[in-house]
């Protein structure tokens, strides 16, 4: 079974120009999260969608960000404009259930770096 | 955010060996879990331990929480080569929080 697809595997951009990163998570899971993380630094949550509907993006800077999950299946995360301070890795992670009791399968990545 | 607290931050062992790494949190929970992530790659689920329980084993791993003090071990025995990774502890009722992260080298 395919793991958690993300893609770009990394991502070069000049600041103030946008961006945009793509994930397809495991079949059946209805859950998906979206998390960055910084160098040395654990996960942090940005946005968790069960099925289409985002019911957690408390964490989102929405000024610039923004993200969506058409037909509860791949999801897109976007920034725009990208400030120096994104730079980061964006871990895209997929659940079967919610819940903090769910394993979640976590994707390789998207390394971004704004220059 | 609620964010564990993973104690030490850096550890090198020889193969062989065993590792023991610690985190701490702030607030009741209901289970927590740890997850390695090698270099470049994204998180691995490694084992989950409810708050009812005080140590559970998975292979080499052994992890025990005391709610008490609000804290969790994770120890890996008899290292490999293959274990160099960070490790987080991650909680949470609601909205998973992950701790900092213990890098772990094993020198072969």
């Known amino acids: 079974e395919a793991g958690v697809v993300q893609s770009p595997r990394y991502k070069i951009i000049e600041k103030k120009q946008p961006v945009a990163f793509w994930c397809n998570p495991i079949s059946g899971h209805n859950t998906l999260y979206w998390y960055l993380q910084n160098l040395g630094q654990g996960p942090e949550l940005l946005i968790r969608y069960e099925n289409e509907e985002a019911v957690d993006d408390s964490q989102l800077p929405k000024d610039r960000f923004s993200a969506e999950r058409l037909k509860g299946v791949d999801s897109t995360l976007k920034i725009q404009p990208a400030e120096l301070g994104d730079s980061a890795v964006y871990l895209c992670?997929?659940?079967?259930?919610?819940?903090?009791?769910?394993?979640?399968?976590f994707g390789p990545g998207t390394r971004l770096l704004v220059l | 955010s609620q964010q564990g607290e993973e104690d030490p931050q850096a550890l090198s062992i020889q193969e062989g060996e065993n590792a023991t790494m610690n985190c701490s949190y702030k607030?009741?929970?209901?289970?927590l879990q740890w997850y390695r992530q090698n270099s470049g790659r994204g998180l691995v689920h490694l084992i989950l331990i409810r708050s009812n329980e005080r140590e559970k084993h998975s292979g080499r791993l052994r992890v025990t929480l005391d709610t008490s003090k609000k804290s969790s071990s994770l120890l890996i025995t008899a290292s490999r080569a293959a274990d160099t990774a960070s490790y987080f502890c991650a909680y949470g009722n609601n909205r998973l929080a992950f701790g900092k992260g213990n890098q772990v080298v094993v020198i072969p």
């Open positions: 992670a997929s659940s079967l259930g919610t819940g903090a009791e769910e394993t979640q399968y």
């Open positions: 607030t009741s929970i209901n289970n």
